[in-house]
């Protein structure tokens, strides 16, 4: 079965420390999307891609979040500079660009900020 | 816009006993609705989806949801529960924005205990 494959599984760091975290999503799949997970508000969405193009990042905090899809194989999510609120489980999921069509997601990131 | 409700952020059951998740949505049009699961250090993965025809879904794992319009409703159940249903469950509906972009909103979800 084709997966999601999402690099790197963990990551702990330290605070202020540039995060960057990479998605490979299904061949052939249009679309993107980041997700973050955590006990308090549950899944967030927090960019959305289609072609490649971003067509929303409203949920991303803007100064120091980034979302990027150098080419159809790859995404990345980078915090600069991360601080402790940034811990979370962060999830790349993809899918075809039709609303009855479900979302794939990767097994995700688990991000720890001291 | 969308949003969805799951009545009940823990169920507990019996194994062999009747597993019944609750999830309620608000949609101004018709919904595609979804039902995912996350085991414990896993992603998402889906269970069944409602998108037109039969309101009756089956899924994988031998889970079923019925969508019922007059009740904005989408329960997800399962006749006889094992341990291995262990999980937390969420329902999500489709929502479309932006020139026909498509995005999920998801509920809240639901951890799901299976007791020997």
């Known amino acids: 079965d084709a997966r999601v494959t999402q690099t790197p599984r963990h990551k702990v760091t330290e605070m202020g420390q540039e995060v960057t975290m990479r998605c490979q999503p299904i061949?052939?799949?249009?679309?993107v999307f980041w997700y973050r997970q955590t006990m308090m508000q549950g899944l967030e969405l927090l960019a959305y891609?289609?072609?490649?193009?971003?067509?929303?990042d409203s949920g991303m905090p803007k100064d120091r979040f980034s979302a990027e899809m150098p080419d159809a194989t790859l995404a990345t999510l980078k915090i600069q500079p991360s601080e402790p609120r940034d811990s979370a489980v962060y999830f790349c999921?993809?899918?075809?660009?039709?609303?009855?069509?479900?979302?794939?997601f990767g097994d995700g990131t688990r991000l720890s900020i001291l | 816009a969308q949003s969805v409700t799951q009545l009940g952020s823990h169920v507990s059951v019996s194994e062999g006993a009747l597993v019944l998740l609750r999830c309620n949505y608000s949609?101004?049009?018709?919904?595609?609705l979804f039902w995912y699961v996350q085991y414990p250090n896993q992603g998402l993965q889906l269970l069944l989806k409602?998108?037109?025809?039969?309101?009756l879904v089956k899924g994988i794992n031998g889970f079923e949801a019925e969508f019922k319009k007059s009740e904005t409703s989408f329960h997800l159940t399962k006749p006889s529960a094992h341990m291995s249903d262990a999980a937390e469950y969420f329902c999500?509906?489709?929502?479309?924005?932006?020139?026909?972009?498509?995005?999920?909103?998801f509920g809240k979800g639901t951890k799901l205990t299976v007791n020997p």
């Open positions: 999921a993809s899918g075809f660009r039709q609303n009855n069509q479900p979302q794939h």
């Open positions: 061949l052939g799949h249009n679309t």
């Open positions: 891609f289609r072609n490649r193009a971003p067509l929303d």
């Open positions: 949609s101004s049009v018709p919904p595609y």
């Open positions: 409602y998108t037109t025809g039969a309101t």
């Open positions: 999500a509906v489709s929502e479309t924005y932006q020139g026909g972009s498509e995005k999920l909103v």
